[in-house]
Nanobody, 124 residues
């Protein structure tokens, strides 16, 4: 059973930066493709970024390209989301998710394991 724990959320002014972390443990997590999703109040959970198990492939939602960077440290079994130039519309609960040895996908249903989420609030 893989456990995912997010951290690093908080309140930041527009234009600021935050780095989210997702600490993973258990199972074969080093072989997991990892994704970050977010869910704003009243909206569907949406894909933000994904990274393959090796770290060689990444994918981003159009809304965050050029501002967010996903990375992973397989020695620490941690996945990061560096968020720069934050905007009020980035306000949401951010979740990390994992799927075993499968390509990156933007669909929530394809990820089996999920963290509890961390709140990001961007003030205008």
């Amino acid at each position: 059973q893989v456990q995912l724990v997010e951290s690093g959320g908080g309140l930041v002014q527009a234009g600021g930066s935050l780095r989210l972390s997702c600490d993973a443990s258990g199972g074969t997590v080093r072989s997991y493709t990892m994704g970050w999703f977010r869910q704003a109040p009243g909206k569907e959970r949406e894909f933000v970024a994904g990274i393959s198990w090796s770290g060689s492939n990444t994918d981003y939602a159009d809304s965050v390209k050029g501002r967010f960077t996903i990375s992973r440290d397989n020695a620490k079994i941690t996945v990061y989301l560096q968020m720069n130039n934050l905007k009020p519309e980035d306000t949401a609960v951010y979740y990390c998710a994992g799927r075993l040895l499968r390509p990156i996908t933007k669909y929530r249903r394809d990820y089996r394991d999920w963290g509890q989420g961390t709140q990001v609030t961007v003030a205008s």
